[in-house]
């Protein structure tokens, strides 16, 4: 149950940070979406990671059951090369505004067509 | 020809289906997934790495276990994105220009000055015991690569440059890479894997101590050492810049 | 069960609070939304036993990126005040 209502929250925070994705015309807005959804995916891997009544990935504990450590370590991963896309993200972000003077997605447009 | 209102509804409208459509897909796949796992033998899949880990590799933290020994290999590929992330911020922004003075108020710096080296101690503590606790080297690197933040903001760009040096970060980053490539040699030398830890005759000890789990607390600390100095440099990079040569027409 | 109930609110939270960062006007808002939201999912993934997930959820989360995030909007804003 627990890990369904997860799963559920995972594909929910997916939706919204998508939909954010294709309609904000901020650059910075965009980039929040994609941090968003990156977050999303560390959260359906942590769920299904769940086993009912396990105990964390640490063998000093004395339980019956442990949830499973292989996809804790694969979330760890997407979360650190998450950061990495952000900054590149927020780098092209600054190099755009440097040259254009703006982060509106619109105008970007308009300027970019005005120098060709 | 509709009116630009209509235009903007109906891409919304396209764009949430297309959202739901995609999240529904998404809810499918997890459910089918779980409830795939959940007829084979409930808890098969956990019980080899949380049953061998500590005879095999004298970690008790079986997520660093993972990481560190049994798949270490992905662990280079991601310092290497981290490398490469860092290389990419670089190319974009250029080399970081005349750092700016500005600086928090005076109460907050006299503070700081105070409790920075306290600081200090969460993260070398979760990077030493990364086979003992929860953590590891990429926590305890981006604590380290977070507190050299705070410095460069409290303290203003140019005495964080002063004090951290940009040449010491990156030369630490290219060590740290340098050094995890060539523990990984270690093993083959040993006639094992790349990268191999208790195979390749590096010591176990005893589980529980801190000098135990092989080669598994140095990769800890290259990986914190990496990390820290790739992320901090990022910022660098990013905050290295003042927003003041924009072209005057565009404003 | 008490448990359970505080479980079921903190993911509505995250829903609620990852819809508010995206479309709360302001950066800076959206920002600071942003770091609460991964602050929630450190509490989430605590729940889920997942200790090394929430730790590193919550230092790049809501140290690394909220950063990141307030050095990007600095430096992609008409300046307004000057350095002291």
Request: with cysteine.
């Amino acid at each position: 149950m627990m890990q369904t209502a997860a799963y559920l929250t995972a594909a929910g925070v997916f939706a919204i940070g998508l939909y954010g994705m294709l309609t904000q015309r901020d650059m910075i807005k965009i980039c929040i979406s994609i941090s968003i959804m990156d977050s999303s995916f560390v959260m359906a891997l942590v769920a299904a990671a769940y086993v009912p009544g396990g105990a964390a990935p640490i063998a000093g504990f004395e339980a019956l059951r442990f949830v499973d450590p292989l996809p804790h370590a694969l979330a760890l991963t997407a979360i650190v090369i998450g950061a990495g896309i952000l900054a590149i993200a927020l780098a092209l972000t600054v190099a755009v505004y440097r040259h254009y003077g703006t982060t509106d997605i619109a105008r970007l447009f308009i300027a970019t067509r005005e120098d060709s | 020809m509709e009116s630009p209102v209509i235009r903007v509804f109906l891409t919304r409208l396209t764009a949430g289906f297309l959202c739901l459509l995609l999240s529904l897909g998404f809810v499918v796949l997890l459910l089918d997934a779980g409830r795939h796992r959940a007829q084979t033998i409930p808890t098969q899949m956990e019980e080899p790495y949380t049953a061998r880990s500590v005879a095999e590799t004298g970690s008790i933290n079986v997520v660093t276990a993972i990481l560190m020994d049994y798949r270490a290999f992905d662990t280079l590929g991601e310092a290497t994105v981290i490398f490469a992330s860092v290389a990419v911020a670089a190319a974009i922004l250029g080399k970081p220009g005349s750092p700016s003075n500005r600086t928090m108020g005076l109460l907050s710096r006299r503070q700081l000055s105070a409790l920075l080296p306290l600081f200090f101690i969460f993260p070398l503590f979760v990077i030493f015991h990364g086979h003992l606790s929860p953590g590891g080297g990429f926590q305890g690197g981006v604590s380290l690569a977070v507190l050299v933040i705070l410095i460069h903001v409290a303290f203003g760009d140019r005495f964080g440059e002063e004090v951290i040096p940009h040449r010491i970060l990156a030369l630490s980053e290219y060590g740290a890479a340098i050094g995890l490539v060539g523990i990984g040699f270690v093993g083959i030398f040993q006639g094992s894997a790349y990268l191999a830890n208790v195979a390749a005759g590096f010591p176990r000890g005893t589980a529980g101590t801190l000098a135990s789990g092989g080669v598994i607390p140095l990769l800890n600390l290259l990986v914190g050492m990496k990390v820290a100095a790739g992320l901090s440099s990022i910022y660098v990079h990013l905050a290295g810049h003042e927003a003041e040569n924009v072209p005057e027409k565009r404003r | 069960m008490a448990l359970d109930i505080a479980f079921y609110l903190i993911l509505a939270a995250i829903l609620v609070s990852a819809f508010a960062a995206i479309h709360v006007r302001g950066h800076l808002n959206a920002v600071i939304i942003l770091s609460v939201f991964s602050v929630l999912t450190t509490v989430k993934f605590t729940f889920l036993q997942a200790v090394d997930v929430a730790m590193a959820e919550a230092v790049i989360g809501a140290g690394l990126m909220t950063a990141l995030f307030v050095t990007a909007i600095s430096k992609t804003r008409k300046r307004t005040w000057r350095a002291r």
